[in-house]
């Protein structure tokens, strides 16, 4: 399991408590007025060009490419655009993290792995990390703690076409809720230009990207009912002010022009996953349509749901229930196409206990890894084990939904480490193949 898994699986730990607790308003009807308006009282964020040594070494073969950077983060973030990859890294202003910490993005060309564009942004991204001074007494750091329990998108989402990215920036150190602000830049993919920013007041929830607004879920609580709202900003309208919907559901995710909605939170644990009917959604508030036995949101608008529920809970009551859950009736479904793909007998969680699956970065969008759950050995007390291998693929959206059991050439990252140099120092991303296993 990763070190950022750890600590986010420390962090679910810590906050599962937090979410059971509802915390109201203590400040009276008028200052728990839900605000998400340009007037927010919150500094905009500063936007210069990454740093001139960004890419400090550069190579290419047949297979692919290798492109390192000069700069790393504990908590780096490497999505999938139309454009390319796109490496999202947090850099701590002192040892922990603080209000003076930066994001830099960098921006590869898929073809050589060069730089396409870098941005250093004031302030951070807002961080799912756990550090000593994440103080929890501050509303906004204890619902970060607790978005991975409802399987909120986090931070960091990419619209479903692939064009644009959005950034959750620091909120400010306020101690109550009403008094917090917080900002969202969303970004074009392709040229790394501003697209419009959103300034808001309360706890930010969620977020999501469609491929033509942008939907931030706050509320003056830590979870949306009573006082969750939906501010929708279109994307092709960087002044217009945003329009509001009421709801009381969870955001979890979007495809091309909805957003999907959830009563309870998708955390994605899985054996056994918890499932429930989404809601899809338009930017107007109309209700599209519902999707039932949904246990987990992928990104591009894909969803993973059963297709036979009651074999999916048989199952995970059985013996052997890792291979038994893994073979029951399970598809991947497309909201904005409608296409379905058969995962039956392949899982999407390499380790068993991520909240989302670790994303498969193609040059081209976020793709979904399969994998196939195989006995080991015992353990000493004879108990089975279970491990998991990387057996097929799906591409991104426009792919269609297919099944490849070839060799995928996606994007990965690691530290290079050396013994003159800190670990976090350096990163290298590359561009190559990752072999699939036969059954």
Same mark, same amino acid.
């Given at each position: 399991?990763?070190s950022?898994r750890?600590s986010r699986?420390?962090a679910?730990?810590?906050s599962?408590?937090?979410?059971?607790a509802?915390?109201?308003?203590?400040?009276?009807?008028?200052?728990?007025?839900?605000?998400?308006?340009?007037?927010a009282?919150?500094?905009?964020?500063s936007?210069?060009?990454g740093?001139?040594?960004?890419?400090d070494?550069?190579?290419?073969?047949?297979?692919g490419w290798t492109?390192?950077?000069a700069?790393s983060?504990? /908590?780096?973030?490497?999505?999938a655009t139309a454009?390319?990859p796109?490496?999202?890294?947090?850099?701590r202003?002192e040892?922990?993290?603080?209000?003076?910490?930066k994001?830099?993005?960098?921006?590869?060309d898929?073809?050589?792995g060069?730089l396409?564009w870098?941005?250093?942004?004031?302030?951070a991204?807002?961080s799912?990390e756990s550090?000593?001074?994440?103080?929890?007494?501050i509303p %906004?750091?204890v619902?970060?703690?607790?978005i991975?329990l409802?399987?909120?998108?986090g931070?960091v989402?990419?619209?479903?076409?692939?064009?644009?990215?959005s950034l959750q920036l620091?909120?400010?150190?306020?101690?109550t809720?009403a008094g917090?602000?917080?900002?969202?830049?969303?970004?074009d993919?392709?040229t790394?230009e501003t697209?419009?920013?959103?300034?808001?007041?309360?706890?930010?929830?969620s977020?999501?990207?469609t491929?033509?607004?942008?939907?931030v %879920?706050?509320?003056?609580d830590?979870?949306?009912a009573?006082?969750?709202?939906?501010?929708?900003?279109?994307?092709?309208e960087p002044?217009?002010?945003p329009s /509001?919907?009421?709801t009381?559901q969870w955001?979890?995710?979007?495809?091309? =022009?909805?957003?999907?909605?959830a009563?309870?939170?998708?955390?994605?644990?899985?054996p056994?996953?918890?499932?429930?009917?989404?809601?899809?959604m338009?930017?107007?508030?109309? /209700?599209?349509?519902?999707?039932?036995?949904?246990?987990?949101i992928?990104?591009?608008g894909?969803v993973?749901?059963y297709?036979d529920p009651?074999?999916a809970? =048989?199952a995970?009551?059985?013996?052997?229930?890792?291979?038994a859950?893994?073979?029951?009736s399970?598809?991947?479904?497309?909201v904005?196409?409608?296409?379905?793909t058969?995962?039956?007998?392949f899982t999407?969680d390499?380790?068993?206990f991520?909240?989302?699956?670790?994303?498969?970065i193609?040059?081209d969008?976020?793709?979904?890894?399969l994998n196939?759950?195989v006995?080991t050995e015992?353990d000493k =007390?004879?108990?089975?084990?279970?491990? %998991?291998?990387?057996a097929?693929?799906?591409?991104?959206p426009?792919?269609?939904?297919?099944?490849h059991?070839?060799?995928v050439?996606d994007?990965?990252?690691?530290?290079?480490?050396s013994?003159?140099?800190?670990?976090?120092d350096h990163m290298d991303v590359t561009?190559?193949?990752?072999p699939m296993?036969?059954?």
């Amino acid at each position: 399991m990763t070190s950022r898994r750890l600590s986010r699986l420390r962090a679910l730990l810590r906050s599962t408590a937090c979410v059971l607790a509802v915390v109201g308003c203590a400040l009276g009807a008028t200052g728990c007025d839900p605000s998400t308006s340009s007037d927010a009282q919150s500094e905009a964020p500063s936007i210069e060009s990454g740093p001139a040594d960004l890419v400090d070494s550069s190579g290419s073969d047949s297979a692919g490419w290798t492109t390192g950077l000069a700069l790393s983060s504990d /908590t780096p973030w490497f999505i999938a655009t139309a454009s390319g990859p796109v490496a999202i890294l947090r850099v701590r202003s002192e040892e922990y993290s603080g209000p003076n910490d930066k994001t830099v993005l960098a921006a590869l060309d898929p073809q050589d792995g060069s730089l396409r564009w870098s941005l250093t942004i004031t302030p951070a991204i807002e961080s799912l990390e756990s550090s000593p001074l994440r103080n929890p007494s501050i509303p %906004q750091r204890v619902a970060m703690d607790n978005i991975e329990l409802v399987g909120s998108p986090g931070p960091v989402v990419t619209s479903p076409n692939g064009q644009y990215i959005s950034l959750q920036l620091n909120s400010n150190e306020s101690s109550t809720i009403a008094g917090t602000r917080a900002g969202i830049l969303v970004l074009d993919a392709a040229t790394g230009e501003t697209v419009r920013t959103l300034e808001t007041t309360g706890l930010i929830l969620s977020q999501a990207l469609t491929d033509s607004d942008l939907f931030v %879920q706050t509320a003056q609580d830590y979870v949306p009912a009573g006082s969750g709202t939906l501010a929708v900003a279109p994307l092709d309208e960087p002044e217009a002010e945003p329009s /509001t919907l009421r709801t009381d559901q969870w955001l979890v995710g979007a495809a091309a =022009d909805a957003v999907l909605l959830a009563p309870d939170g998708l955390s994605g644990y899985c054996p056994p996953c918890t499932s429930t009917t989404i809601t899809e959604m338009s930017a107007s508030g109309e /209700t599209l349509a519902t999707i039932p036995y949904v246990y987990r949101i992928l990104s591009a608008g894909r969803v993973e749901r059963y297709t036979d529920p009651a074999a999916a809970n =048989d199952a995970v009551s059985s013996p052997g229930k890792d291979l038994a859950w893994a073979a029951s009736s399970r598809e991947i479904l497309d909201v904005s196409t409608g296409t379905t793909t058969d995962i039956t007998g392949f899982t999407t969680d390499i380790n068993g206990f991520a909240t989302t699956p670790d994303p498969l970065i193609l040059t081209d969008g976020p793709g979904i890894l399969l994998n196939r759950v195989v006995e080991t050995e015992p353990d000493k =007390d004879g108990s089975p084990r279970f491990d %998991q291998h990387s057996a097929a693929w799906i591409g991104a959206p426009a792919d269609g939904g297919a099944v490849h059991t070839e060799p995928v050439t996606d994007v990965k990252d690691r530290y290079r480490r050396s013994k003159f140099a800190k670990p976090e120092d350096h990163m290298d991303v590359t561009l190559s193949p990752t072999p699939m296993e036969a059954p």
